[in-house]
C-alpha cells in the first residue's frame, strides 16, 4: 500500500500535463501511486497518460467514457485509490521539489491528522507570484493539531482540493464526493474540516498553481457561476444529515455568503446582466439558511451583509456606486496632497540653497538608503574618532530606521529634514550614485567608495552589450558619476578600469576599501565566534558562504547549484551559508528550497544580513561566481572557490575586464557534484589553492593594508596625510584550523 495516491484529473491539457506528471514522478519521496483520469478529453491526454503509465509503474491510467467534469473525474479516481492519503494535484499544475516528502515528514511528525492544509504559489506565464493569503495562518499552526470549532480561523484557507492530503479511511469512510459543476471543491472543503478531529498544516509551498491566460473556467464569465448556488445548498443539505455538526452552522454561512458577495463583485465570472439575479439568489439564501441568532461580521462586506436582510438590488447597486465615488474622491485627495507636498518640499530645497554650506556637515548613505553598512559605514566610523566636530547624518529608507546603531542621526528621503541635509551639507559619501534629483552645489565634496573591485564591464564599457538593454542605463550612471570629487580604489587594476569606465571629472584615491580594515586588522566587536553564536553554527563546523552575484541578463534568479545535494553531499559538519545578491531578496527559491533546507537545519540563507563583512567573517571559505566580494575575501587569504558554470554567458552578456578563469583566486568547478567533491577530498585548501590565492592577492589587494577609512578621513575631511602607526594587525589572513578529516568524516 503506497503512502500517498496522487490523483489527476485531465481534460484539455496536452500542453501541460507532462509537466504535471515528471512534477510528481521525479519527488525525492517515491512512495506514491499516480491516478490519471483521462475525463474524456478531446485532445492528446489519453495518448499522453498511457505513455506515462507504460513506463512507470506506478502510474494508473483510467479512461473514462463520456466527460463528466473536474469533481466526478476525481471522485473515479478515490475509486482505484489504496495509499494511505489521498491527494488531488490539477493537470495544469505542478509539484514543487521536495513537496511530497516535506508532506510526508509534516504527517508524521503530527501523527497522521485526517487533513494536512499546505501551502501553494500563483504561476503567471510572465513568472511566480509571492506568498499565498493565507501563508502566515498556516505558519501560525506549527505542528500542532486543532479541529475547527477551537480554530474557526482555518475555514479561511484556500478552497481548493489540491493543497490538502486527506487520510483514505476518513474521506472515503464519511463519503465525501465531489458534486457536479464548477465550485465542487467548496462543500468537500468545508465537509471535511468540519469533521475532521485532527487538522495540520505546513506552512511550505508545496503547488504551483498555474494562472492561465486563457481557457481557465473561474475567469470565463457566464451562468455556469450560478453554480455555486447549488453547491452550497448541498452543503446545508449535508449539516441537516448530520446534527452533530449544528454548532458549525454559523461558521459556514458566514463564510457561503461571504463567498457569494466576493463572486459577484467578478466581472470576469459574472455578466452584469447577470447580478441582479445573482444577488437576488444570494439574499434568498440569506433568508433560508440564516441561522438564529447570527450577527454579521463586520468586514469589508458589512454594508451588503445589512442589504441582504431585506433591500432590493437596486438598493445595492447604489450603495456599489457610492462607495466607487467615495474611494474615487480619496484617491484624487491623495493625488492632490502627493502633489502640493512635493511642492513645498522643492521649495524648502531652494532655500536651504540660500544658506551657506556647514563645513562640518557629513552626509551618508549606502546600498540605495538601506542601513549604516559597506564602505560609508567604515568612514563615518572612523571620522567619528579622527573628526568629531563633523557632524553625521545617514539617508536612510523608512524600512531600514530601526535597525540602525543607537545614537545614529539619520534623515529618510524626501523629507524636510532630508532636503535641509542634503542642501547644507559639504561631504557626501556614497557606496552607489546619489538620485538623480540632488543639486549638487558648488563647494560640496562627493566621495564615491564603489561595492568592490569590478570583474564585469562598468559604465561606458557595458555599451553594444545584452545586458546594457536590460535594467541598465549608461547615460544615468554617468550623470550621477558627474558628481563625484574622489573615487576610492584598492588597486591600480581598479583605478584604470573606473577612469575607462566612467569618464567624468573625479580624482582617484589609492586608500584601499575602507570595509575591508575589519578583515584585514580584525574587530573585536565583529569577532566570528560571535557572529556564528549569533547564526547559531554549531562549534567546530566548518562554514562555507556561497556568494554569487547578479546576472543582468536575466530578470529572475536563476540557481547556479542543487542546494538539496550539495548540502547532503558536505555533510553535517559543514554549515553552508547562502547570500543571494540583494536583487534577488524576493527570489520564489527563499521561499521554497532554501526555507525548506534552513527549517531542517541543512543551511542557513543570509541574504537578509545586513553585514557582509560579519559573514566573511565568520566563514572559513568563500565560494562564489564572479562577484566583486572575492577581491575583498581575498584579504582574509582563507580558500575560495570560483563556481564558473556559466561564465562563456556572463562574459557574452556584459563583458568581463580579464579572465577570471585563467588566473582565479583558487579551485574552479563548474557543477554541483564538482563542488562538492572539492570539499570532500579536502583540495579546497590545498597548496594549489594558496598558490593561486596569493598571487590573486598581490595583484588586487595592494592598498588595502587596515587604515583604509582613516586615510579617507584624513585626506579628505581633514586635509592631511594619514599617519600610520604601528598597530599590530590580529592574525585573520589566515584560515582557521580545522583537520581536513573533519570535513571528509562529515561529508
Known amino acids: 500500500m503506497p503512502r500517498f495516491s496522487i490523483i489527476v484529473p485531465v481534460h484539455k491539457v496536452q500542453g501541460f500535463l507532462r509537466a504535471c506528471l515528471d512534477s510528481i514522478l521525479t519527488q525525492s519521496f517515491t512512495d506514491i501511486e499516480v491516478i490519471a483520469v483521462d475525463d474524456c478529453s478531446p485532445d492528446n491526454c489519453g495518448a499522453i497518460i498511457d505513455e506515462y503509465a507504460a513506463r512507470d509503474p506506478r502510474v494508473t491510467a483510467v479512461h473514462l467514457p463520456e466527460n463528466v467534469g473536474l469533481g466526478r473525474a476525481r471522485n473515479a479516481g478515490v475509486g482505484h485509490a489504496t495509499g494511505d492519503y489521498l491527494l488531488f494535484l490539477d493537470s495544469d499544475d505542478c509539484y514543487t521539489p521536495d513537496a511530497l516528502r516535506a508532506i510526508d515528514e509534516r504527517l508524521t511528525v503530527t501523527g497522521d491528522p485526517d487533513v494536512l492544509v499546505f501551502d501553494h504559489v500563483r504561476s503567471q506565464w510572465w513568472g511566480w507570484g509571492g506568498r499565498s493569503a493565507t501563508a502566515d495562518l498556516l505558519a501560525s499552526a506549527g505542528t500542532d493539531t486543532f479541529d475547527i470549532l477551537g480554530s474557526p480561523q482555518y475555514l479561511h484557507l484556500f478552497l481548493v482540493a489540491w493543497n490538502k492530503a486527506y487520510r483514505r479511511d476518513f474521506f472515503t469512510g464519511h463519503g465525501f464526493t465531489y458534486q457536479p459543476g464548477l465550485y465542487e471543491d467548496a462543500p468537500v472543503t468545508y465537509q471535511t474540516l468540519v469533521c475532521a478531529r485532527r487538522i495540520a498544516c505546513l506552512d511550505r509551498v508545496c503547488v504551483e498553481y498555474r494562472q492561465r491566460r486563457q481557457g481557465a473556467i473561474t475567469r470565463t464569465p457566464g451562468r455556469r457561476h450560478f453554480d455555486i448556488f447549488e453547491q452550497y445548498a448541498g452543503l446545508f443539505a449535508f449539516l441537516d444529515e448530520h446534527p452533530e455538526l449544528d454548532e458549525t452552522r454559523p461558521l459556514l454561512f458566514e463564510r457561503m455568503i461571504n463567498h457569494f458577495l466576493a463572486t459577484m463583485r467578478l466581472t470576469e465570472r459574472v455578466l452584469p446582466e447577470d447580478q441582479p439575479d445573482f ?97 560609508p559605514a567604515a568612514i563615518h566610523q572612523a571620522a567619528r574618532t579622527l573628526a568629531p566636530h563633523i557632524r553625521s547624518v545617514w539617508v536612510v529608507r523608512p524600512g531600514a530606521v530601526a535597525g540602525l546603531p543607537k545614537g545614529v542621526d539619520y534623515v529618510t528621503p524626501d523629507t524636510p529634514g532630508y532636503h535641509r541635509v542634503m542642501s547644507r551639507a559639504t ?57 563625484w570629487d574622489y573615487s576610492l580604489v584598492s588597486n591600480p587594476y581598479a583605478e584604470q578600469i573606473w577612469d575607462r569606465a566612467y569618464p567624468c571629472r573625479f580624482t582617484s584615491l589609492p586608500t584601499g576599501a575602507p570595509r575591508n580594515d575589519a578583515l584585514v586588522r580584525g574587530d573585536k566587536q565583529r569577532a566570528a565566534s560571535a557572529v556564528r553564536r549569533r547564526l547559531g553554527i554549531p562549534d567546530g563546523n566548518i562554514v562555507v558562504l556561497y556568494a554569487p552575484t547578479r546576472r543582468d541578463h536575466r530578470q529572475w534568479y536563476v540557481p547556479r547549484l542543487d542546494f538539496d545535494r550539495l548540502v547532503r553531499e558536505l555533510g553535517p559538519m559543514v554549515t553552508l551559508l547562502v547570500r543571494l545578491h540583494p536583487r534577488y531578496a524576493k527570489a520564489r527559491i527563499r521561499g521554497l528550497q532554501l526555507r525548506d533546507l534552513q527549517q531542517r537545519g541543512l543551511l542557513l540563507d543570509v541574504t537578509d544580513e545586513p553585514s557582509v563583512e560579519d559573514l566573511m567573517l565568520a566563514s572559513d571559505a568563500l565560494v562564489t561566481d564572479y562577484s566583486s566580494l572575492m577581491f575583498d575575501y581575498a584579504n582574509l587569504d582563507r580558500p575560495i572557490i570560483v563556481h564558473a558554470d556559466d561564465w562563456e554567458a556572463y562574459q557574452a552578456a556584459g563583458g568581463t575586464y580579464f579572465d577570471l578563469l585563467a588566473a582565479p583566486p583558487g579551485h574552479v568547478t563548474t557543477s554541483t557534484a564538482e563542488l562538492a567533491q572539492l570539499f570532500a577530498s579536502g583540495a579546497w585548501r590545498d597548496e594549489r589553492s594558496g598558490a593561486l590565492r596569493s598571487d590573486f592577492r598581490e595583484r588586487f589587494c595592494t592598498y588595502d593594508d587596515g587604515h583604509a577609512a582613516a586615510r579617507v578621513v584624513s585626506l579628505v575631511m581633514l586635509g592631511r596625510e594619514y599617519p600610520l602607526s604601528a598597530i599590530p594587525q590580529q592574525d585573520l589572513r589566515q584560515p582557521r584550523e580545522a583537520p581536513l578529516s573533519a570535513l571528509r568524516d562529515g561529508a
Open 427 to 483: 561631504y557626501f559619501v556614497n557606496n552607489v550614485n546619489w538620485s538623480q534629483g540632488l543639486v549638487k552645489r558648488p563647494g560640496q565634496i562627493h566621495v564615491h567608495t564603489h561595492v568592490g573591485t569590478p570583474l564585469g564591464h562598468q559604465g561606458v564599457d557595458l555599451v553594444g552589450h545584452p545586458a546594457a538593454t536590460h535594467r541598465v542605463n549608461v547615460r544615468t550612471m554617468l550623470s550621477g558619476a558627474d558628481r
Open 279 to 375: 444577488y437576488r439568489r444570494t439574499a434568498e439564501f440569506y433568508r433560508r439558511y440564516k441561522p438564529e441568532g447570527f450577527t454579521p461580521p463586520d468586514d469589508a462586506y458589512r454594508v451588503q451583509w445589512r442589504l441582504l436582510a431585506g433591500s432590493p438590488y437596486s438598493v445595492y447597486q447604489m450603495c456599489v456606486l457610492a462607495k466607487g465615488l467615495r474611494n474615487a474622491s480619496q484617491r484624487k485627495k491623495r493625488e492632490l496632497r502627493k502633489a502640493t507636498v512635493g511642492q513645498l518640499k522643492r521649495t524648502i530645497a531652494r532655500t536651504q540653497r540660500l544658506h551657506p554650506l556647514d563645513p562640518n556637515l557629513a552626509v551618508y548613505s549606502a546600498f540605495w538608503h538601506r542601513g549604516v553598512l559597506g564602505d
